[in-house]
């Protein structure tokens, strides 16, 4: 059996905090997938194929990462594709307080699925998806937030 991991997110678009969380889960895990998940409630900047386009261009040379997409809850596609664990990445109290109530949540729909949590490296900490977005629209510098993959 091996330890698949679901990073699920979505990715709109990856940032340099994200891929620095998959490289150092790598040796945790045999296989990690990066899913990239549909929330009904958003509205995306970039499209479902530009998003799987720069996570696959990203890890292209890395044969333990695997991407997918999904429109499902996470536990569910978490038993479709294997994986008995989530890995979550934190960068502050808060975000902690809302993947736990999300990981809790997960376990009592399947006590078998585990969820990881790496903090974030503190010069990754201030950086979020959402925050990028807002540059992107406005024009700043991104060099220093997205991986050089990610053409904007």
Known sequence: MSNIALFPG????ITIGHVD????ALPLFD???????????KKYLFDLEQRIEHINLIFKDTDKVEVANYQELTVTFCKKIGAKYILRGLRSAAD?????QISQLNQSMDSELETVFLISQP????ISS?????IIKFGGDLGEFLPKEVKV
């Open 10 to 13: 979505s990715f709109d678009p």
């Open 21 to 24: 969380i998959v490289k150092r």
């Open 31 to 41: 296989k990690i997938v990066v899913g990239v998940g549909h929330n009904s409630q």
């Open 96 to 100: 902690f307080e809302y993947e736990r």
């Open 123 to 126: 010069k990754y900490s201030h």
């Open 130 to 134: 959402t925050i990028v977005r807002e």
